[in-house]
T-cell receptor
């Protein structure tokens, strides 16, 4: 009955590999996000996805691509992984009116380690 | 541009009161949110202020002054379990109204 669930919890991989992180929310929310949290705990938005409209943070490399098969899912695919991609990736969701209230629901995070 | 400033670390003892400040600069301001994150955990929503004044939720209160572009989170009767990172966040009206977070304040509660 987890509200926002993402898998895997941990992901260890080699440089140059391609990997995906899955995210699902059962809250009926219409907006989903991906955030990256670096080693200094800085949370930076990567993407938001609302009603099939994708908003991309311009600083995100195009090696990162979100895929949304439906409103409840927003997966993150990463090509040609680099050492600097090592971080914790959080999926989040909100209802549109909730977004106006500044309330996001976060998944438990995926710790990505690129070796 | 948009920026949020908050102290990097705060230390307090059990039972005490601590205030975590946040100043912000945004192109379009809607409100100030606060999130708590324990080590290894996910950020969880604590409070939201859109209007000036104090909002109280149990031991936690949040304050906003729009004219000063300033807010704070007040934690009372501190408990060990309150040791965590606390983030202020604003909606960024120039970027699809997405939530932008400050760098976080690490609160350590000591016995």
């Amino acid at each position: 009955d987890t509200a926002v669930s993402q898998t895997p919890k941990y992901l260890v991989t080699q440089m140059g590999n391609d990997k995906s992180i899955k995210c699902e929310q059962n809250l009926g929310h219409d907006t989903m996000y991906w955030y990256k949290q670096d080693s200094k705990k800085f949370l930076k938005i990567m993407f938001s996805y609302n009603n099939k409209e994708l908003i991309i943070n311009e600083t995100v490399p195009n090696r990162f691509s979100p895929k949304s098969p439906d409103k409840a899912h927003l997966n993150l695919h990463i090509n040609s992984l680099e050492l600097g991609d090592s971080a914790v990736y959080f999926c989040a969701s909100s209802q549109e009116w909730d977004r106006g209230q500044g309330k996001l629901f976060f998944g438990s995070g995926t710790q990505l380690s690129v070796l | 541009g948009q920026s949020l400033e908050q102290p990097s670390e705060v230390t307090a003892v059990e039972g005490a009161i601590v205030q975590i400040n946040c100043t912000y600069q945004t192109s379009g301001f809607y409100g100030l949110s606060w999130y708590q994150q324990h080590d290894g955990g996910a950020p969880t929503f604590l409070s939201y202020n859109a209007l000036d004044g104090l909002e109280e939720t149990g031991r936690f209160s949040s304050f906003l002054s729009r004219s000063d572009s300033y807010g704070y989170l007040l934690l009372q009767e501190l408990q060990m379990k309150d040791s965590a990172s606390y983030f202020c966040a604003v909606r960024d009206s120039y970027n699809n109204n997405d939530m932008r977070f400050g760098a976080g304040t690490r609160l350590t509660v000591k016995p």
